[in-house]
């Protein structure tokens, strides 16, 4: 009965031993690893379907008990014969350390070689070497990738590296060698911070903490190349633990992008500037505005903005801005100086060496100039008219933005300058009107002047005429009446009544000479008596009665009785009136008779 137990217990044990053994084959036999056991004699113990795929053996038998060093890996990569003693895989078996390689060659059924990764591993048995366990990758495929990665690194334009965690470069691509001016191999004998350019390790140790929390780290940061000289770089790594803690790191040149940006902000900010600029100093005037604007915007010494006189080869300075001082303006001669070289140009730079291309310009010797730049300034017609000049003691460090301020800045500058000469234009032109109208003021004052006299003169002819006429016409008037008295004969008397009246009209009229030289002088005065205007009527009848006479008109009177016979007034000149107006009558009636009619109008309390 015992006997029975124990051999039930051994085939129980012998099925679990089976079912054990075919869980371990079903296991070996699925993995895409290839593994085979070696005996202590290096031969081959077992075998996966992996190992004989990669290997170019379609059955195991063909490897079991055979010496898996001089089938698979009997030479070296450099193709010399890997003598047994020699194989790292036999130290494993006499030292029972594991150990694992990447370099090394394996050979297939066929004696063609492939490259592998392996790993071997002891087998222990209560603590006794048994033989060993290797386990290994075709690296075939990868090694193709590989190099086509490679390839695709070397050509690519952007910078690459590979560095350890001590940070020591293993690898470099030919466009980080170009970006940074080292050869390959001075850059493998380097390490990252001999090109890092961040400030302090303060800076730094953000971007290193995501790396190794996230693996990957994107940021932008300034590297130093060979000749001292930085560049801003946008920086992509990778932290790889599995491949030895390496890193991989791309690296972009933005320098460039960085500089566009920094013009992009420039010009916003000097539009802007020429947006308030002539508003945001009263004390100065535009164009001083703008030489101290450039001058501390692009770092340069001395500005200095013209507008051209005569045939272009002379200039008169607008505005001179030289070592953070304005200085009195000139007129200087542009022959032998580079602002010569600039008018009829858009822009004309040279980044250095300027005093040396111009020995006779005495302030690019005198102030040690190094750089120049400058521009014309162009006139609505298309001609130019000044130019903006800026100099440097030191090599233009930016010339693409220097040139993009100035043909920004030309514009409203020549548009100024433009304005100026409009105003001076103006300025002139009105001095040269008011001159005119000044001089036409006082010929017109002049002529106003003998005018005045030559009506005082007239009026002065007038009054002695006058006053020369009336005493023999006095005596005409008076003689008449003297005759008409003394006459009996009727056509006698009618004749004396004709010249007294006769005599009384041209009396009249020379009264009103007077009266009209009285006017002008302003010393007509009126007088104001009583007087009868009936009998007024009958003297202005009787002056010109035979006037009517010899047209054969008659002349009808009608005074209303409501009329009074006494008026106070100036009969003198009312008079004067009636008769104009019995004148003028007769003058322009050729036939029928004039009526002559007065009535009350108006009654005051008087």
Avoid at 118 to 134: E, F, M, N, Q, R
Avoid at 241 to 265: C, M, N, T, W, Y
Avoid at 516 to 540: H, Q, W, Y
Wanted: with cysteine; net charge negative.
């Amino acid at each position: 009965a015992a006997h029975a137990g124990l051999e039930s217990k051994v085939a129980e044990r012998t099925r679990e031993l089976a079912a054990s053994e075919q869980k371990l084959r079903l296991l070996l036999d699925s993995t895409v690893e290839a593994i085979f056991g070696i005996g202590l004699d290096g031969r081959c113990t077992f075998c996966n379907p992996a190992a004989l795929r990669m290997l170019g053996w379609n059955d195991e038998r063909e490897l079991l008990g055979h010496n898996l060093h001089s089938l698979t890996h009997y030479l070296k990569p450099d193709g010399s014969p890997y003598l047994p003693d020699e194989c790292p895989i036999d130290r494993v078996l006499h030292t029972g350390v594991a150990m694992s390689a990447d370099d090394e060659l394996f050979f297939r059924a066929d004696r063609t070689s492939f490259p592998v990764r392996y790993s071997a591993h002891p087998i222990l048995h209560d603590g006794t070497i048994t033989g060993a366990v290797l386990t290994f990758f075709d690296l075939s495929a990868s090694r193709r990738t590989e190099g086509e990665l490679r390839t695709l690194i070397q050509s690519s334009i952007d910078g690459f590296w590979i560095s350890d965690f001590s940070g020591a470069f293993l690898d470099a691509n030919s466009a980080l060698c170009g970006m940074l001016g080292y050869t390959r191999d001075e850059l493998l004998g380097m390490r990252v911070a001999d090109i890092e350019a961040m400030a302090t390790p303060s800076d730094k140790a953000p971007h290193i903490l995501e790396l190794f929390l996230r693996g990957s780290s994107h940021f932008q940061t300034r590297h130093r190349r060979k000749d001292g000289s930085l560049i801003d770089v946008e920086i992509n790594s990778r932290h790889v633990p599995a491949l030895g803690q390496r890193f991989f790191v791309f690296v972009r040149d933005i320098s460039e992008h960085k500089l566009a940006e920094q013009q992009l902000r420039q010009i916003q900010d000097t539009q802007l500037f020429l947006a308030r600029c002539g508003y945001l100093n009263a004390d100065e005037n535009f164009f001083a505005q703008l030489a101290r604007y450039l001058a501390q915007t692009l770092n340069m010494d001395y500005v200095c903005i013209d507008s051209l006189e005569g045939d272009d080869l002379r200039a008169r300075t607008e505005a001179i801005y030289f070592d953070g001082a304005f200085e009195d303006n000139v007129s200087y001669e542009l022959r032998d100086t580079p602002c010569g070289d600039v008018v009829g140009q858009q822009i004309c730079c040279f980044e250095k060496d300027v005093r040396h291309l111009f020995p006779r310009d005495e302030v690019l010797q005198q102030m040690l100039a190094e750089s120049y730049v400058g521009c014309s300034l162009w006139g609505f017609d298309g001609t130019p008219i000044g130019l903006i000049a800026i100099i440097g003691r030191r090599p233009l460090s930016n010339p693409q933005l220097a040139e993009s301020l100035l043909k920004l800045v030309a514009v409203r500058a020549a548009g100024e300058l433009e304005r100026q000469r409009s105003d001076q234009q103006l300025r002139s032109q009105q001095a040269q009107l008011e001159n005119l109208v000044q001089q036409r003021t006082a010929e017109l004052s002049a002529a106003l002047d003998a005018a005045r006299f030559a009506d005082r003169a007239k009026d002065q002819f007038l009054a002695n005429v006058s006053h020369e006429l009336r005493t023999p016409l006095n005596a005409v008037i008076g003689l008449s009446e003297l005759a008409r008295r003394l006459s009996t004969d009727p056509l006698q008397q009618d004749y004396l009544d004709k010249v007294g009246n006769a005599g009384k009209s041209l009396a009249h009229l020379i009264n009103d000479l007077l009266d009209l030289t009285k006017i002008v002088a302003g010393r007509l005065a009126f007088e104001n008596i009583t007087f009868s205007l009936r009998d007024m009527l009958a003297r202005c009848r009787a002056v010109i009665t035979y006037q009517a006479i010899d047209k054969g008109l008659a002349i009808v009177e009608r005074i209303d009785d409501a009329v009074p016979d006494v008026l106070i007034g100036d009969p003198l000149r009312i008079g004067q009136i009636l008769l104009n107006l019995l004148s003028n009558a007769i003058k322009f009636t050729s036939t029928g008779g004039i009526e002559v009619r007065i009535g009350v109008a108006a009654r005051d309390a008087t």
